[in-house]
């Protein structure tokens, strides 16, 4: 068993906030053990606690969508969300709450070892760029410790609010750019020894 799995083994029997009362099961995550690229949305869903799968209702069939535009599929990328437990009617999730669950994204982070993480929504940009609006910085790359942190708007408010579709597809047909430039630096790196400067925000 990877340690990933293994993990995601353990995270199935936490109790170490109050959503474990209404779940169903808790939502760990899945995906590739060592992807490039990690998705991370908000918290699961009614369709995401009764399969114990990440995003597999609607913004889920749209996410899929969004991934087909760039020629990814779930294989090859890792999904997870903030808070591993469906919050009671789907409300947000309280502070409290995506507290006492970061320490089992940070541990998938640590493990998967991703170049870039792309947030879908405000929760999640949150836990890595704090204080940010998300209608200011969707789709433009930065540095976040080793990280490229890359933020879009969550896939189910394009659901409620159609103007929004467009805008996720545009920010996802950058993510080979973002991915490109990382590969690009990296090779410069190799060669001259000193790190390229990514054109990142
Ligand atoms: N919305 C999320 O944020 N995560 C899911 O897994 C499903 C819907
Ligand atoms: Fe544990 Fe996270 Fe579920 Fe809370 S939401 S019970 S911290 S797995």
Redesign the pocket.
């Known amino acids: 068993m990877s340690a990933l799995t293994e993990l995601c083994r353990q995270m199935a029997s936490c109790h170490a906030c109050g959503l474990a009362q209404q779940r169903t099961q808790v ?1 760990p995550g899945e995906g590739a053990d060592s992807a490039e690229v990690v998705f991370i ?5 009614y ?2 606690d009764r399969l114990g ?5 609607p ?2 069939a749209f996410l899929d969508e969004l991934l087909a535009l760039v020629g990814m599929s779930r294989q090859d990328v890792y ?4 808070v591993k437990c469906r919050p009671p009617a789907n409300r947000d999730p309280l502070p409290g709450e995506i507290l006492a669950c970061k320490p089992w994204l940070d541990r998938q982070l640590e493990m998967i070892g991703p170049k870039v993480v792309v947030t ?2 405000r ?2 940009l949150a836990r890595f760029v704090p204080n940010e609006s998300i209608s200011k910085v969707h789709g433009k790359p930065r540095h976040v410790g080793d990280l490229i942190c890359f933020p879009m708007y ?3 408010a394009a659901l409620h609010q159609g103007s929004l579709r467009k805008t996720l597809e545009e920010d996802m047909q950058r993510l080979p750019d973002v991915l490109k430039e990382l590969k690009g630096a990296a090779e410069q790196g190799d060669r001259d020894n000193g790190g390229q400067q990514l054109a990142l925000f």
């Open positions: 939502v949305g908000e918290a699961p869903g369709n995401e799968r990440p995003f597999v209702g913004a889920g999904i997870a969300n903030v879908l929504g929760f999640s969550h896939p189910a």
